[in-house]
């Protein structure tokens, strides 16, 4: 009987243990839940609700179409003919510049050798073009200088200045070169023997340099 007893005590104690453990941990359990719960509502309360986003309606407006008339394309005209320009003939130029030509040696003709001699018609002497006045040298202008050169030359064939030789000038060397780069654009008609053009030697002109001019 004391030994029944004792087993009963015990079987009660463990009992009464293992309830008292059971509503501890059931205690427990409720309060983490009760916990977690509060911590997950602070947390949705901290995240602010974003605002809804509006889209405005973006409105198309339908251009006008424009139409584009391609315009007649005219015809083109025959250009008038031009009338033609009448050129009036080219005056002779005066001979303001004295040249000196120097003359041959006179050979006479016999009355046996001038029975078949006849002037061709397209013999001509030399004949002034073109004469360019000299520059004057801007050194000897601003002294006051004023001269004259005399130069030698020949004409070519087709009328153009060559062999320029200076003969005398004064004051000496001053004008000498302007007077010969004007002479260089001179241009002549060429002397014509026997319906051919000859070069022309022996020839001279004097040059003056004036402030008056």
Do not use: C
């Not at 901290?46 to 409105?59: A, K, R």
């Not at 251009?63 to 002779?92: C, G, N, Y």
């Not at 040696?105 to 001699?117: D, R």
């Amino acid at each position: 009987m004391l030994i029944t007893e004792s087993t009963s005590h015990i079987h009660l104690r463990t009992l009464s243990k293992a309830l008292s453990f059971s509503l501890i941990a059931a205690g427990v359990t409720f309060s983490l839940f009760v916990l977690m719960h509060k911590l997950i509502e602070s947390d949705l309360e901290g995240i602010d609700t974003p605002e809804p986003i509006q889209f405005e309606g973006v409105l198309f407006q339908d251009e006008e179409i424009k139409t584009i008339t391609k315009q007649p394309i005219k015809p083109i005209e025959p250009m008038k003919e031009q009338p033609r320009m009448e050129v009036p003939p080219l005056e002779p130029i005066e001979n303001d510049i004295d040249v000196f030509i120097e003359s041959g040696p006179v050979q006479l003709i016999s009355k046996a050798e001038f029975k078949g001699f006849e002037p061709a018609a397209t013999d001509r002497d030399v004949r002034p073009i073109v004469r360019v006045p000299p520059r004057y040298p801007p050194d000897a202008a601003s002294r006051g200088l004023e001269g004259w050169v005399r130069l030698s030359f020949s004409i070519n064939e087709v009328g153009g200045v060559e062999d320029i030789e200076v003969i005398d000038s004064e004051p000496k060397r001053i004008f000498d070169r302007a007077a010969k780069r004007a002479l260089a654009r001179w241009k002549y008609q060429p002397q014509v023997e026997q319906g051919q053009a000859i070069v022309r030697t022996g020839l001279s002109v004097m040059l003056e340099f004036s402030l008056e001019q």
